[in-house]
């Protein structure tokens, strides 16, 4: 947001429209759709492990998305997450174990009730001003947690639920390589809608909530009705990718799901750039290779000095937690604007290299 | 109708709830000068007992010795969080300044873990343990300390804010950070100071809850309970964060009482308190004795 792509000479918009074009100019949109269709061969080239990672990108990168709605558009925050994320992987097992709709509707389904339970835990706060929304999710996330522990009617208690895979008109998608598709289907049509979102007067209004709320109050913008609507977006959107998870593990429990969960989904959205819609995309490329990095780190590491010294391979969990709390504060120190930011500069500085200005 | 069990469960909750009143009005204390959230209150607490629990089994050093010295220690390290952390925050967005506290609660909480493990560690005895008979009641020697010590704190702070020239700084900069800094209050060292003060209130709290418990990454709770414990009493009130505290800790014992007498639902008091919380958003959402946000456009 800092500072705008470079656009080449001669470029002028001379309408709104050309100025909310997704794709400025058709060399951006090219290389667009060749990443798309590149990706879609990844499942034929790359190997189960490096499959499982992109999967897991593009499952939380919806959930990201979901938040940077409210953090990055709407200026609030939500701590919990994880909670709503694991809401919506219960309800479409549920709803695909006990009633006849079809796993293909149910992960929509998920999505929407995760919204409206949501929205009961968001609807107070987003009458008040300031930071009591994230003081609303954050006893969200400790109720809904221990609702799911209990409810062994819904979630199984203790015993995690089982969900069934996914199937298309009778066809059962098994293993990573075919529910690939799944995942990518759902990454592209949640970042294309939110995407064509923020280019509409909605999307523009949640925006200027965030700026200054009383100005955009005084132009006509309904605050409650805003605030709702982004914080009903983001547990929409934490409802479908935990829908999504569900159905890719198979099973669903509580197990990591506490508020930790929540913060690293808060730095995924941070460390890609509050918002920036591609932002978040690399932000949770980043927060899931982390964690896989340092376990390659210790694995070079294991035997050496150091790791006798620190126990590394034995504390590799709260490494982690280390790591990620570290690189949110310094990204929020030295880097506000997240890898988003960054890559627009690499961006800048090739398209003028040798020149910086 | 177990009587007994109900009046033993109420003194707990006076116990507990003073001193998450103690923890709820340091935390007040950071947002009413700094107008920081913050998310690592519980760690404050934690980093605290476990420094006295250092000392006192690593170093072997007397109880009333380590005590001032964790104390101090913790005072530092509140101005060393502020300087390093949270000062190049002033003036950003302050979904950026809460979401730096929240991560920050995260390095404390997982080095913490690293350095001294998971399982919980029994405190050194600092008193002898026995029970004072009281009405009927046997009521446990370190209830009583870690009473008065809450109440002390109570009353100390009290002081600060009413007489000392400190606290009239800090209250000045709540009230309005500009004209503070006009009459000649150095609004740096007050947010310094208020955090100083609040680390080493937590850690007083911290230590006292650790010589009834022991030490454990658990202790950390009570930066969470302070959040229902605040915004029921309203944010910006430290008189109200103290009632605030009492009256959540009664809650979770009376939720726990009717739990195990009639419900049967199992680990009700943990989550009762965001049940009030979420029920006081809807209803009272300045809380008790908060100052109602007004604006003039």
Known sequence: ?357 | MNSQLLIQLLVNGLVVGTLYGVVAMSFVLIYKATQVVNFAQGELLLIGAWVCWTLLTKYQVPFYVGMPITLAFMFCFGIAVQIVVLRPMIGEPIISVIMVTIALSTVFQAALKWIYGVSPQPFPRVFESQSVSFAGLQIQTVYVMSLVVSVAMMIGMAWFFKVSKYGLAMRATAFNQQVAQSLGISVKSVFAMAWAISATVSAVAGVVVAVVNGVSSGLSTYGIKVFPAAILGGLDSIGGAVVGGLIIGLLENVAQYVDSEYLHWGNLYEVAPFYVLIIILMIKPYGLFGTKDIERI
């Open chain 1, 1 to 357: 947001m800092a500072t705008p792509s470079i656009i080449p000479a001669g470029d002028f918009r001379t309408s709104y429209a050309a100025d909310t074009t997704i794709f400025p100019t058709p060399m951006s949109r090219n290389a667009a759709l060749a990443g798309i269709v590149l990706v879609c061969f990844a499942p034929l080239l790359l190997s189960e492990y490096w499959l499982s990672i992109l999967i897991q990108i593009g499952i939380y990168g919806i959930a990201a998305l979901g938040l940077n709605i409210l953090v990055g558009f709407t200026g609030q925050i939500s701590i919990g997450h994880a909670a709503f994320f694991l809401l919506g992987a219960f309800t479409s097992a549920y709803i695909s174990n006990t009633l006849p709709i079809p796993v293909f509707f149910a992960i929509p389904l998920a999505g929407l009730l995760t919204a409206l339970i949501g929205l009961v835990f968001g609807l107070p706060a987003a009458r008040l001003k300031g930071l009591y929304l994230v003081i609303a999710t954050l006893a969200a996330q400790y109720i809904l947690l221990d609702f799911f522990s209990r409810a062994e009617w819904f979630s199984g208690g203790s015993v995690p639920a089982m969900a069934q895979p996914f199937s298309l008109f009778g066809y059962v998608l098994r293993g990573d390589r075919q529910y690939f598709y799944v995942v990518l289907a759902y990454v592209l049509a949640s970042y294309l809608l939110v995407t064509n979102l923020m280019r509409t007067r909605d999307g523009r209004a949640l925006v200027a909530v965030r700026d200054h709320y009383l100005s955009a109050e005084i132009m006509g913008i309904n605050l409650t009705k805003y605030r709702t609507l982004s914080f009903g977006l983001a547990a929409f959107f934490a409802g479908i990718a935990g829908a999504l998870y569900a159905h890719y593990q198979l099973v669903v429990s509580n197990e990591g799901f506490g508020i930790e969960r929540s913060i690293i989904f808060l730095a995924m959205v941070i460390i890609g750039g509050t918002g920036s819609i591609m932002g978040t995309l690399m932000g949770t490329a980043f927060v899931v290779l982390l964690p896989e990095s340092m376990e390659w780190l210790s694995a070079g590491l294991k035997g050496s000095a150091i790791d006798r010294a620190l126990s590394l391979n034995n504390n590799l969990t709260f490494l982690r937690e280390i790591a990620i709390g570290v690189i949110i504060i310094l990204f929020l120190i030295f880097e506000p604007d997240g890898l988003a930011h960054r890559w627009r500069q690499i961006k800048t500085y090739w398209k003028l290299y040798p020149f910086s200005h």
